[in-house]
């Protein structure tokens, strides 16, 4: 099968009927990524059909197991090779979405593939905290989205004050998914988090993935973030 038809049966398989714009945007996609990683670290991924499953499918879950209305701001908090951010705008362009990411060789990538395949979103450069201390930033989101960036109770400080009050922040995890939620509470607690469900799925090649969508109940304190260097020594 050629590319897009793989992608097209695998989109099918998790419940997303992807049309022939939408295909040849995560083609573009695709090529762009495959290009740019021989000249800098995007993904480990690379091979046709493991990119399709393992980042474009994966990222393409939270369509199906949220309702995502239209029109709705998104953050991508850590966007990196632009995870799960990019293929929900392929597949739903009336997203608001804004990519962040501290690297900005990453974002000048992201910006050729917008460029590349017509789409437009807001490229911000910032580390996640000081971006969420930025006033045009803080709090203005429906949803805060990250995927495989750090464990949650580090990751809710980095992404629930993205977040506007009655908004949801959706973390992208593996099968240690309850784990991480356990050890989370107080951080949740602290930031105005509450956690509204927690969404386990397979990927095609019977990998397991979960989705933690936390809910936000209450203005984060300004305290926080704090500085990442008191993050990352003295999680919450």
């Given at each position: 099968?050629?590319?897009l038809?793989?992608?097209?049966?695998?989109?099918?398989i998790?419940?997303?009927?992807?049309?022939?714009?939408?295909?040849?945007?995560?083609?573009?996609?695709?090529e762009?990524?495959v290009?740019?990683?021989?000249?800098?670290?995007?993904?480990?991924?690379?091979?046709?059909?493991?990119?399709?499953?393992?980042?474009?499918?994966?990222?393409?879950?939270?369509?199906?197991?949220?309702?995502?209305?239209?029109?709705?701001?998104?953050?991508?908090?850590?966007?990196?090779?632009?995870?799960?951010?990019?293929?929900?705008?392929?597949?739903?362009?009336?997203?608001?979405?804004?990519?962040?990411?501290?690297?900005?060789?990453?974002?000048i990538?992201?910006?050729?593939?917008?460029?590349?395949?017509?789409?437009?979103?807001?490229?911000?450069?910032?580390?996640?905290e000081?971006?969420?201390?930025?006033?045009?930033?803080?709090?203005?989101?429906?949803?805060?989205t990250?995927?495989?960036?750090?464990?949650?109770?580090?990751?809710?400080?980095y992404?629930?004050?993205?977040?506007?009050?009655?908004?949801?922040?959706?973390?992208?995890?593996?099968?240690?998914?309850?784990?991480?939620?356990?050890?989370?509470?107080?951080?949740?607690?602290?930031?105005?988090?509450?956690?509204?469900?927690l969404?386990?799925?397979?990927?095609?090649?019977?990998?397991?993935?979960?989705?933690?969508?936390?809910?936000?109940?209450?203005?984060?304190?300004?305290?926080?973030?704090?500085?990442?260097?008191?993050?990352?020594?003295?999680?919450?």
């Amino acid at each position: 099968m050629t590319f897009l038809e793989r992608l097209f049966e695998e989109a099918k398989i998790i419940g997303i009927i992807l049309d022939d714009i939408a295909l040849k945007r995560f083609e573009k996609y695709y090529e762009m990524l495959v290009d740019y990683n021989t000249r800098m670290n995007l993904t480990a991924i690379t091979e046709e059909q493991e990119v399709i499953v393992k980042h474009f499918c994966d990222s393409l879950y939270l369509l199906t197991k949220y309702h995502v209305p239209n029109g709705a701001k998104i953050i991508d908090v850590g966007t990196g090779a632009g995870f799960p951010g990019l293929p929900l705008l392929i597949a739903r362009p009336d997203l608001n979405l804004t990519l962040l990411d501290g690297l900005n060789k990453r974002l000048i990538f992201l910006q050729a593939v917008l460029s590349e395949t017509g789409l437009c979103a807001d490229i911000v450069h910032a580390r996640a905290e000081e971006g969420a201390a930025d006033k045009k930033y803080r709090e203005k989101y429906d949803f805060a989205t990250s995927r495989a960036v750090a464990r949650l109770n580090v990751l809710c400080e980095y992404c629930l004050p993205y977040v506007k009050k009655g908004g949801t922040f959706l973390a992208m995890k593996g099968p240690a998914a309850a784990e991480e939620l356990a050890e989370s509470q107080r951080a949740l607690e602290v930031l105005g988090g509450k956690t509204a469900e927690l969404q386990e799925y397979k990927l095609s090649d019977d990998s397991t993935r979960t989705i933690i969508a936390i809910k936000k109940e209450r203005h984060t304190p300004p305290a926080y973030p704090r500085h990442n260097s008191k993050i990352k020594k003295q999680p919450l």
